[in-house]
Every structure is written in structure tokens, then in C-alpha cells.
């Protein structure tokens, strides 16, 4: 996926447990290494907070400030409140990223993306790509001998990092 922002959009997406974090940080570290700009969106499942009660930021939200920008030298941080329960689409959530090479997304696994999955039978998960015709490959632990994608080795950071800019059509970085 292509935006106006962004050179390209790639997910990676599994079940709970699977690594998805773990491997989406091995990634980013790869392709940063490569001369890439990588940004990331994550997809949380829960309640989740990444203020801390009693910083400034989170008394500024308790008041009931919608948005909280907090910055410093070193890094910023939007914090927006969600008015319904309705939560921001992948769309909306890139519009706020300042523009990248590649923009990884980590779960949405239900958006129409193209997507690595990342699947580990130990988890007792079913897979994804039967059901999702934009997996491009699987990243496993284990072989997939009856699996019709390309099976890539959860643990080869560079051939899944290679997969990622051949399919993205990414331009090679300075």
C-alpha cells in the first residue's frame, strides 16, 4: 500500500503471543541499518495507558484536555482521547505519522493490508492467510510444508526485511 505520506505501507500480523512485536522491532532495527525511515503503528487490543499518573500530561488529560502534545528535545507525544467508542481507522492513524520510507503495522490484522503473518503452531492459533487472500508470506518457527505462500524463517531478520522492500517496491536507501 502507497500513500501521498508514505513510501510504502506493509503490516505484520498473528495472534496474541506469536511475536509480532518482538519481530516488527528486529525489522525496524534492520532496515534502519539499511538507510531506510521507518516508522511504525501498533494496534492494541486492550485498554492501555502510556501516560503515567501524576506527570503533567496525564493531569492535563484527568482535566480534560482531548489532546496532550508533550515534547521535549529528544522526542514528542500526542495523546488524544477518543470522544466515542469508535477507534481512529488505519487511514486516520497514518495521517498523523510525519512522512517515511515505510510505515510497518503491527496487528490490524483484519485491514485490508498486505501483510507478512507471523504464525507459530505452538501458540494453538489458527493461521490467517486461508481467510486473508493480502498475506504475501508466513514467518514461522516451524515448516509449513503444506502452506502455498512463501514460508520465510521467523528468525532471518534480513530475508524477512528483504521480502518487505521487494514487495513494497521500496527504493534502495541512501
Keep these: 500500500m502507497?500513500?501521498?505520506r508514505h513510501g510504502a505501507v506493509f503490516g505484520l500480523a498473528g495472534?496474541?503471543?506469536?511475536?509480532?512485536?518482538?519481530?516488527?522491532?528486529?525489522v525496524v532495527s534492520h532496515?534502519?541499518?539499511?538507510?531506510?525511515?521507518?516508522?511504525?503503528?501498533?494496534?492494541?487490543?486492550?485498554?492501555?495507558d502510556?501516560?503515567?499518573?501524576?506527570?503533567?500530561?496525564?493531569r492535563h488529560r484527568q482535566a480534560g484536555a482531548r489532546q496532550v502534545l508533550v515534547s521535549s528535545a529528544q522526542r514528542s507525544a500526542l495523546f488524544s482521547e477518543h470522544e466515542s467508542s469508535d477507534e481512529p481507522d488505519l487511514p486516520q492513524l497514518l495521517q498523523r505519522l510525519a512522512p517515511a520510507d515505510?510505515?510497518?503495522?503491527?496487528?490490524?490484522?483484519?485491514?485490508?493490508?498486505?501483510?507478512?503473518?507471523?504464525?507459530?503452531?505452538?501458540?494453538g492459533k489458527p493461521r490467517l492467510y486461508p481467510e486473508d487472500d493480502l498475506v504475501m508470506a508466513v514467518a514461522s518457527d516451524e515448516a509449513l510444508d503444506d502452506c502455498p505462500l512463501p514460508v520465510l524463517?521467523?528468525?532471518?531478520?534480513?530475508?524477512?526485511?528483504?521480502?518487505?522492500?521487494?514487495?513494497?517496491?521500496?527504493?534502495?536507501?541512501?
Design 153 to 174: 524463517d521467523l528468525s532471518d531478520i534480513a530475508a524477512i526485511a528483504d521480502f518487505i522492500i521487494v514487495q513494497t517496491k521500496l527504493k534502495q536507501a541512501c
Design 31 to 48: 532496515l534502519v541499518g539499511l538507510g531506510y525511515d521507518v516508522a511504525t503503528v501498533k494496534h492494541a487490543h486492550h485498554h492501555f
Design 102 to 123: 515505510l510505515v510497518l503495522v503491527e496487528g490490524f490484522k483484519k485491514y485490508p493490508i498486505e501483510k507478512i503473518e507471523i504464525f507459530r503452531p505452538s501458540v
Design 50 to 58: 502510556a501516560d503515567i499518573p501524576g506527570k503533567d500530561s496525564f
Design 15 to 26: 495472534w496474541s503471543g506469536s511475536g509480532k512485536t518482538t519481530l516488527v522491532e528486529q
Design 2 to 4: 502507497k500513500t501521498d
